[in-house]
């Protein structure tokens, strides 16, 4: 074999393993998303099943949260500490673990119980995800792998009532959670096939019991926070999030109860966001690459501008399209930023402090989701001026939605005004 055969089999072999990484973590991603959005769709089948309430049932879906956003920084330095490939198989397995206790589970307090420790599982695979990103993947392609992280969470936010419905229709509400076992097995060995093994992680302490009381209860290193790039990525990660997630809060009373679409129409209004951004994420890897991370994330931060000033501007005689245009902006600018902010975080950052960083890009996300979802929705219904939101007037739930839209506007513009000092 010729010099020239042998360097191109190398090249060709390195690409291959190259694509098994990217087919691995996103698998990983595409989970942890998956765990957020599926179970959404059956919380009325659930509450019939387990004769629970409202406010009951809504733990099935806060407990998987509250869990990955309070353990997921202390997740990524675990990775620093023990070893990053060897943490997101252990994810991987209690995942699977938890997925299966949940479709068994006799009880709502049992898959309560199970779904907090499927948000174990789930914060150590997104916040190891992005840290082995950059360990496994050459530099000049990180922005396009993280573009293409970002593609599989959004098909995982889309995927997830779509196919939720349909399982839900087909085996009961057990199903949405069983699905997640054999994915979950598969990324195992995927991982187990393609990430190289650890070769040790740092070596703070001797035991590896000391390494966990280490990683859970000492502060992340002060040397992270004096890094401005981290500093004002999370910090625009968790302005950004929590817009993203106002939409999805005073989207559906907004096309319900202004509009008066049906639940088909809704969810396909609703879809709209999601598969957009799915569609830019490679995309807006590859930019990031080109131009720069700088650029990318003003860009995709002033296209968001746009999109988030139109949603409080634009008049209900619009109906839907008035609705569907802006959200479409809003996504692709939330595309941009976060291809662009991942990156730039990860690739600024002390490689042995990958895992931390990554960790508080996560905590900094989910925080945002529960702001959007707890805050912005405070807003929107004190905007509505209504007593019961479900029965108002399409007046008082449009007022609702042009005051929740002009402070998105505002966050926004914060975020903006961080990226550009940056």
């Not at 245009?325 to 930023?337: I, K, N, S």
């Amino acid at each position: 074999m010729t010099t020239q055969n042998a360097l191109l089999l190398k090249t060709d072999v390195a690409q291959a393993n190259v694509r098994g990484v990217l087919v691995s973590l996103s698998l990983a991603a595409l989970l942890s998303a998956l765990g957020t959005s599926i179970a959404n769709v059956g919380l009325p089948t659930m509450v019939k099943a387990f004769d629970a309430s409202f406010q009951q049932i809504q733990w099935v879906v806060l407990a998987y949260l509250f869990a990955i956003t309070a353990l997921v920084v202390s997740a990524g330095r675990l990775g620093d500490l023990l070893g990053r490939r060897k943490l997101l198989q252990v994810g991987l397995g209690v995942f699977a673990l938890a997925s299966a206790l949940c479709a068994v589970s006799p009880s709502l307090g049992w898959l309560i119980a199970a779904r907090v420790l499927q948000g174990l599982g789930a914060a150590l695979m997104m916040s190891l995800a992005l840290a082995l990103v950059s360990e496994h993947i050459p530099k000049e392609q990180i922005g396009s792998a993280m573009g293409i992280l970002g593609t599989v969470s959004a098909l995982g936010t889309a995927l997830g009532p779509s196919l939720g419905g349909v399982l839900l229709e087909q085996g009961g509400w057990s199903m949405l959670f069983l699905v997640n076992v054999p994915l979950a097995l598969i990324a195992w060995l995927l991982v187990s096939r393609f990430l190289q093994v650890d070769a040790g992680g740092v070596q703070v302490v001797p035991s590896h019991v000391k390494a966990v009381g280490a990683a859970l209860l000492t502060p992340i290193p002060l040397t992270l926070f004096r890094n401005s790039t981290l500093a004002s990525g999370v910090a625009m990660s968790f302005l950004v999030t929590t817009v993203i997630m106002s939409t999805l809060v005073v989207g559906p009373f907004y096309l319900s109860g202004a509009l008066a679409l049906n639940a088909t129409q809704i969810g396909l209004s609703m879809a709209s966001g999601p598969i957009v951004a799915a569609a830019l994420s490679f995309p807006a890897g590859r930019l990031v690459d080109r131009l720069g991370a700088h650029p990318v994330t003003i860009g995709g931060l002033l296209i968001m501008l746009i999109g988030a000033g139109l949603l409080s501007q634009l008049p209900i005689a619009l109906g839907v399209s008035g609705y569907i245009v802006p959200l479409t902006l809003l996504t692709a600018g939330y595309a941009l930023f976060q291809a662009a902010n991942n990156t730039a975080v990860l690739t600024q950052i002390d490689p042995a402090q990958r895992g931390a960083g990554s960790g508080l890009l996560g905590l900094s996300r989910n925080l945002g989701l529960i702001a959007g979802a707890s805050l912005m929705g405070l807003v929107f219904i004190s905007a509505s001026g209504a007593a019961d939101i479900a029965t108002a007037m399409p007046s008082h739930v449009d007022a609702g939605r042009q005051t929740s839209f002009a402070v998105a506007t505002g966050l926004i513009t914060i975020a903006t005004w961080v990226a550009m000092r940056r």
